[in-house]
Each structure stands twice: as C-alpha cells, then as structure tokens.
C-alpha cells in the first residue's frame, strides 16, 4: 500500500486569506503517491432527493458538507484527505459570512480552494455547490 505524503505549503510570497479568524485554504498542496478521488459538483439535497435549507446558506453550506462527508466515506476517504475545492455560489456576501461553517468540514485538511460567484445552479433553490478532489492511499 503506498503511503500518501501530503503538504500544505504557505509561500512568504503569496497572501493569505484570513475571514473571521480562519484561514480559509492552502496557497498550494502537494502530495505523493496515492489515489485520486474526484468528487462531482454536490448540493444540498438528501438521500430522499428534498432540498436542504431553501433560501438558508449556512444550512446549505451543512447539507453539502454533510454529503461530501458521505461520498469521501464510500471510496474509504475522509475530509482531511481533502486536497482541493472548487465552490460556486449564487451570493458569494453571504457565502463568506458563514465561514465558520465551512471550516467544519475544511479546516483540518485546508485544501487549495475556488470560490465562483454565479447566477444559478441547477435549481432555482440551490445556493451552493462544492466539487472535491482528494488524495487517498492506493487499495491494497
């Protein structure tokens, strides 16, 4: 089984983005051996297809959070495994006012990161939604 050889790299020469306290992503992240896990976009529905948190991001932020949690466990993954994000967002003001939620689930692996304003996502409910790449040790 190869081992996964991760780091978090904070070039002096690069800003650091600070919101609330936190700090929001890794500037770079390199890693060495391992698989590759792809997660596609995920939004805030529910096993039963309901949409979570209509018209409330923190909530919303929770629910993707929540089942990027649930599809990292099902390859064998977890979110410190994390190595990169991209987030599209209808209201990016209000995204970063729920940073502490996001940290939840982000801030022990701290992943490169994108954050996207747009106009809509796929429904009209949706507010957020998170793509995910990680990093995990090959199967044996």
Do not use: W
Request: with cysteine; glycine share 8%.
């Amino acid at each position: 089984m190869a081992k996964v050889e991760r780091k978090n790299h904070f070039p002096d020469t690069l800003y650091r983005r600070v919101v609330g306290g936190h700090l929001l992503y890794s500037p770079v992240v390199t890693t060495r051996g391992g698989t590759l896990v792809f997660v596609s976009g995920l939004v805030s529905r529910d096993k039963q297809s309901n949409v979570i948190g209509k018209g409330d991001m923190a909530a919303q932020i929770r629910q993707v959070g929540e089942n990027l949690k649930l599809s990292l466990e099902a390859v064998g993954a977890a979110l410190k495994d994390v190595v990169r994000t991209c987030t599209y967002v209808t209201d990016i003001d209000e995204f970063f006012k729920h940073v502490d939620v996001r940290q939840k689930y982000f801030g022990e692996g701290l992943p490169t990161s994108s954050t996207i304003g747009v106009s809509r996502l796929s429904h009209p409910d949706f507010m957020v939604e998170v793509e995910a790449f990680a990093v995990i040790e090959d199967p044996s």
